[in-house]
C-alpha cells in the first residue's frame, strides 16, 4: 500500500509534457538525418536551436561516440516555429508547439560506423519549466551497399518516459549513494512529503482576477459621457413604452442581457480568430507592443479633448432606424447593439486596454471572461432602475465630473501605454526607457493627475468651477502619494506595486538597494554538511537560469523582508541549477526503472536529485528539509502571495524546532 501511495505521489509531481521517437533516415549511399520528432502537450513548448546566451535552453544535438560518420552542419528545426520576445529574457525567443521536430545530418565515412549521444532540449510552460531533457540515440551498422532504411540497426529509440520512473529500489539505492555520497541526503522522501499534504496546484492569473478586472472597467465606463446620461433615458422609455409596468421591467432586463450578450460575443470571436496560443504570442510580440503603445496615446489624447473618437455616424444611425422598424426580442436587441455603437468613443479605449492584458494569460477563456464582467457592470444600472424607478430621481445629473473621469482615465491610459513601449524598446534594444526613466514618466504623470484633481490644470472640456470636492481631493492625495512612493525606484528600491509594470531592475544605471537573498551554497552535499554543523534547516531552492518563473519569484516574493530575513538568518539556502552546464568531473551511469541513464553535467545530477529524492522535474521548486534531509513542510512552487510564502517558511521552522 505504502509503494501504491508513493508511485501515486511520484504521478502526481513528474511531468512529462513531450515524447520523443528517434528515427535513422538514409538520403544517399553516404548521407544520413538522424530525425527527432516530438508531442508536445497542449500549453507547454519546446524551445528551438540557438536561441543565445542569457535566454531558455536551446535544443542541442551531442554525440558521446561518432565511429564511421562526421556531422554535417548543425542541428536544424523543422516546422513551424513560433517567435516572440520574452520579457523576462529582454530577447526573442522561438519554440514549437503540439509537435517539433529537429534533424541533424551525417556523413558516412565507409565501412562500420557507430553513432551514440543524445539530443538535449528545455521545456516550459506558462507555470514552469522542466531541467534539460535529454533523449538517447545510439545507431550502428555497416555503410557499404546500405539501401533505405535496412542498413541502420536502432539499439534505442525514443527515451524512456519519465511518468513511467518509480522510486528507486533496493538495486537502484546503491547507484545513489555511488552518485551522491550521502545516502542519508539523497534518499527518497516522497511517501513523506506525501504525508505532510503534497500538492502541486499552481496558479496564474486566475479567472476571478479577469472577471474582476473586467468588471472594473465596466463600472468606469458607466460614468463616462457616452453612458452615464443614457442610463435615465432608456429605462424611462422602456417604463412608458409598455403600459404594463412589468412588461416594461421584462423588457429593460432584455436589454441588459443583450448587452451582455454583445459584448461576450466580442470577446469570443477574439478568442476564435486568434486563439489562446496566438494572444500570449501577441502579448510579448515586440511590433504589436509598440501598436498597442500608440493606441493607448491616441486614446489617451481623446479622453484629454484633443479630439472626439466616434464610428461612423451612418452605423448608429443604421442600426438605430432598424430597430425601429421592427418589433419584440430584435429591436430590443438592435437597441443595445446602437448603444454599444454610440459609447464607443468611451468604451473602446477601456475595452482595448482590457484586451491587451488579459491577452497576456495565454487562456482561450481569459477575454471571454473579462468581457463578461464588462458587459455585466454596463447592464447592471439598466436592470436596478427598471426594478427601483424611483431611483432614477436620484440619480446625479450630467455634469463636469464625468469629464473628471474621463481625463482621469486618459492619464491611466498613458501611463499603461508606456508599459507596452517599454517591451518594444527591450526588443529592438533602442534603450529609451531603461527603469529610471520609465519610473519618472510614472512619477511625473500620477504628479500630473494629482495636480488636475486639485483643479491646478485644465483641459479644453474642463469647466470654470474652481471648487474641489472631498472625492476629488482625497483622489488627488492619493495619486501625488504614489508619485512620491515612486521616488526612491530611482535610486534602485523594488517598488513591488509596479514591479509587474516597470523595466527589469537589471536596467537601473544607478542601484543603492542591497536587500537581496542570495544561495549560500549551489553543491547540495555541501550546503547539508554545513547545515548540519550549524544545526539549521534547509531550503532547497530547484532553479534553472532558463525558468521565468522562477525569476519572478525571486523579484516579487523574495524581496519581501520578511521573507528575506527567514531565508537569510534561520535557513541555509541551497540554490541548484538544473540547467547547470558545468560538465562533471566523469559522466554517471545510474539506474532508474530498470534503464541506464548517464548524467554528464552539473544541471544532470541535481534533476536526478530532485527526481528521485522528491518525485518532482519542474521548476522553480522549493523544499524546506531538516539536516538530514527529512521534509518539514510540504514543497512550494510558483505562487507570487508571500503571505503563504511566509507561512510556508514558518511551518518549516515550527517544525524543524519540534524535531
Not at 538522424?34 to 544535438?61: C, E, K, Q
Not at 424611462?236 to 442581457?257: E, H, P, Q, V
Not at 528539509?625 to 512552487?637: R, V
Request: proline share 4%.
Amino acid at each position: 500500500m505504502l509503494m501504491l501511495l508513493v508511485a501515486l505521489a511520484v504521478q502526481a509531481q513528474i511531468q512529462d509534457p513531450v515524447k520523443f521517437k528517434t528515427e535513422w533516415k538514409q538520403l544517399t549511399d553516404n548521407e544520413v538525418e538522424i530525425v527527432f520528432t516530438g508531442t508536445i502537450d497542449p500549453g507547454w513548448h519546446v524551445y528551438s536551436t540557438d536561441l543565445g546566451d542569457g535566454g531558455p535552453i536551446s535544443a542541442t544535438f551531442n554525440t558521446d561516440k561518432l565511429e564511421g560518420a562526421e556531422l554535417v552542419g548543425t542541428l536544424k528545426p523543422v516546422g513551424k516555429e513560433v517567435s516572440s520576445f520574452d520579457k523576462l529574457f529582454e530577447m526573442q525567443v522561438r519554440y514549437f508547439e503540439h509537435t517539433a521536430q529537429f534533424t541533424q545530418t551525417l556523413k558516412l565515412t565507409g565501412g562500420d560506423y557507430r553513432v551514440e549521444g543524445y539530443l538535449e532540449y528545455g521545456a516550459c510552460n506558462d507555470e514552469n519549466c522542466l531541467p534539460p531533457t535529454q533523449v538517447e540515440f545510439s545507431f550502428a551498422g555497416k555503410a557499404a551497399g546500405m539501401s533505405g532504411q535496412g542498413g541502420a540497426n536502432a539499439l534505442t529509440s525514443a527515451p524512456q518516459s519519465i511518468v513511467e520512473e518509480n522510486v528507486i529500489g533496493s538495486a537502484d539505492a546503491e547507484t545513489t549513494i555511488q552518485v551522491a555520497g550521502k545516502a542519508d541526503y539523497w534518499k527518497p522522501v516522497i511517501a513523506e512529503l506525501q504525508a505532510l499534504g503534497e500538492t502541486v496546484s499552481q496558479a496564474d492569473m486566475s479567472w476571478l482576477y479577469v472577471f474582476g478586472m473586467g468588471f472594473l472597467g465596466g463600472l468606469l465606463a458607466l460614468f463616462t459621457p457616452c453612458v452615464w446620461p443614457i442610463i435615465p433615458m432608456t429605462v424611462s422609455f422602456f417604463l412608458k413604452r409598455n403600459k404594463d409596468k412589468k412588461k416594461g421591467i421584462r423588457d429593460a432586463y432584455l436589454y441588459g442581457a443583450s448587452i451582455v450578450v454583445i459584448y461576450v460575443a466580442l470577446g469570443l470571436i477574439i478568442t476564435l480568430i486568434w486563439g489562446a496560443n496566438a494572444l500570449n504570442a501577441l502579448s510579448t510580440n515586440a511590433v504589436f507592443n509598440l501598436f498597442f503603445f500608440l493606441m493607448l496615446v491616441v486614446f489617451a489624447a481623446s479622453f484629454f479633448g484633443a479630439f472626439e473618437i466616434t464610428l461612423p455616424s451612418r452605423w448608429s444611425n443604421a442600426v438605430d432606424s432598424k430597430a425601429e422598424s421592427t418589433s419584440g426580442l430584435l429591436s430590443i436587441f438592435l437597441m443595445a447593439f446602437t448603444l454599444t455603437l454610440v459609447s464607443f468613443s468611451c468604451t473602446g479605449p477601456i475595452i482595448g486596454f482590457l484586451l491587451v492584458e488579459v491577452s497576456t494569460t495565454g487562456s482561450i477563456v481569459a477575454p471571454t471572461l473579462g468581457m463578461l464582467g464588462f458587459a455585466l457592470a454596463l447592464a447592471l444600472p439598466f436592470t436596478l432602475f427598471a426594478l427601483f424607478p424611483s431611483w432614477l430621481k436620484s440619480m446625479p445629473k450630467s455634469g463636469g465630473w464625468m469629464n473628471v473621469i474621463k481625463v482621469t482615465l486618459g492619464f491611466l491610459e498613458l501611463a499603461f501605454a508606456f508599459k507596452f513601449l517599454s517591451v518594444a524598446d527591450l526588443a529592438y534594444g533602442w534603450g529609451l526607457l531603461d527603469r529610471e526613466t520609465f519610473l519618472a514618466i510614472w512619477i511625473v504623470l500620477f504628479a500630473l493627475l494629482g495636480f488636475y484633481l486639485l483643479g491646478k490644470i485644465k483641459f479644453p472640456h474642463d469647466d470654470d468651477n474652481t471648487r474641489v470636492s472631498v472625492s476629488r481631493f482625497f483622489l488627488a492625495l492619493a495619486s501625488l502619494a504614489f508619485a512620491v512612493y515612486m521616488v526612491p525606484g530611482l535610486w534602485g528600491a523594488p517598488l513591488k506595486a509596479v514591479s509587474a509594470f516597470a523595466p527589469p531592475l537589471k536596467t537601473q544605471d544607478f542601484n543603492l538597494y542591497t536587500n537581496e537573498v542570495h544561495a549560500q551554497f549551489t553543491d547540495y552535499d555541501l550546503g547539508m554538511e554545513y547545515a548540519l554543523q550549524q544545526g539549521k534547516p534547509v531550503m532547497l531552492d530547484f532553479t534553472g537560469y532558463g525558468c521565468v518563473n522562477c525569476r519572478k519569484m525571486e523579484l516579487a516574493v523574495w524581496t519581501d523582508s520578511k521573507v528575506s530575513d527567514l531565508i537569510n538568518n534561520d535557513y541555509v539556502l541551497i540554490t541548484l541549477y538544473v540547467d547547470d552546464k558545468t560538465p562533471l568531473p566523469a559522466p554517471v551511469k545510474i539506474q532508474e526503472n530498470g534503464k541506464e541513464r548517464t548524467l554528464r553535467t552539473v544541471g544532470d545530477k541535481w534533476s536526478y536529485l530532485q527526481r528521485v529524492k522528491f518525485g518532482a522535474n519542474a521548476q522553480p521548486f522549493y523544499v524546506l528539509i531538516d539536516n538530514e534531509g527529512n521534509p518539514l513542510n510540504k514543497s512550494y512552487s510558483y505562487d507570487e502571495d508571500i503571505a503563504k510564502y511566509v507561512d510556508f517558511l514558518q511551518t518549516g521552522l515550527e517544525n524543524f524546532s519540534a524535531r
